[in-house]
């Protein structure tokens, strides 16, 4: 069947709107990737100490940087003393406290609205099929809340998967 000349330019007016979409949902994705980066660049120059020097001083900082950029070497050497610092300074943050991990609370009775507030705050949603609270925290933390109102916590452990034996059991056959 053959389409009038309407219906076609109708069709190509539509493909062509399709098309104007896809590329401003592509450059919008660019711009944000561009935002994101900048920010996370702006952070590290904060988190280095150098957002205090004034406009020049902290310019004129980066140009020596781009010079050393093209050397691999000392990109390598960079790269290696910023990683042992992001690790360092996780494990500073993290020296001492409890991970988070799945816990289960149960009260003996239903629990009043003002009770579950500070329950939903610290992660914690009512499963309604088993009746009790479930969440990721921390189990000290877990504990804390549980016994607030007459009630219990407890880790939730997952059990080891079954062994898969290497060969087929043919013995049986």
Known sequence: MARSLAERLRALEQQKARLAEQEAKLK?????????????????????????????ALYGALLSLRDGATNGRQVEQWAALGGRTFA??????????????????????????????????AGFRFNKVF?????????????QLASANAGSARRVTHPAPPATPDAPDTAAA
Not at 29 to 55: C, M, S
Request: charged share 35%; proline share 8%.
């Open 28 to 56: 919008d994705a660019g711009r944000k990737a561009r935002t994101r980066r900048l920010i996370e660049a702006g952070a590290l120059v904060e988190k280095t100490g150098l957002l205090d020097l004034d406009a020049n």
């Open 88 to 121: 360092r300074e996780a494990g500073a943050r993290n020296e001492g406290k409890e991970p988070v991990e799945p816990v289960v609370l149960t009260f003996p009775n239903p629990l009043p609205k003002e009770a579950t507030a500070p329950l939903r705050a």
């Open 131 to 143: 009746q009790h609270w479930e969440g990721m925290t921390r189990f000290n933390e877990a504990e």
